[in-house]
């Protein structure tokens, strides 16, 4: 599944980015869709992810109460909503998708980049 981010940019702490990732598919009918992101020096990790057939999302504990996820089934688009952004969520941001059968992300976009700075 081809999948393009977008919406990175340098923010204050307190404030707010959304990030966008278009797959370029038919339909997500049966997958998971997914964010990652890496910090400078550090791993790559877990953010939240969406099963895509009900909408259902999943946030780590990081981000929990501060991100959320949507989606336009129409677009095949899911859009991260970073909200009281710390220094320490400056990284890249991956989307990434798997189908509902695989136990793996087996597709992944270039990432876009969010920094949070005063």
């Known amino acids: 599944v081809p999948l393009v981010e977008s919406g990175g940019g340098l923010v204050q702490p307190g404030g707010s980015l959304r990030l966008a990732c278009v797959a370029s598919?038919?339909?997500?009918?049966?997958?998971?869709m997914g964010w990652f992101r890496q910090a400078p020096g550090k791993e790559r990790e877990y953010v939240a992810s969406?099963?895509?057939?009900?909408?259902?999302?999943v946030y780590s504990v990081n981000v929990k109460g501060r991100f959320n996820l949507t989606r336009d089934n129409a677009k095949n688009t899911l859009y991260l909503h970073m909200n009281s952004l710390k220094p320490e969520d400056t990284a890249v941001y991956f989307c990434?998708?798997?189908?509902?059968?695989?136990?793996?992300?087996?597709?992944w976009g270039r990432g876009t980049k969010g920094a949070v700075s005063s």
């Open positions: 598919r038919p339909t997500l009918r049966n997958y998971i």
């Open positions: 969406m099963i895509w057939n009900t909408g259902d999302p």
């Open positions: 990434a998708a798997r189908h509902g059968e695989e136990s793996t992300y087996d597709s």
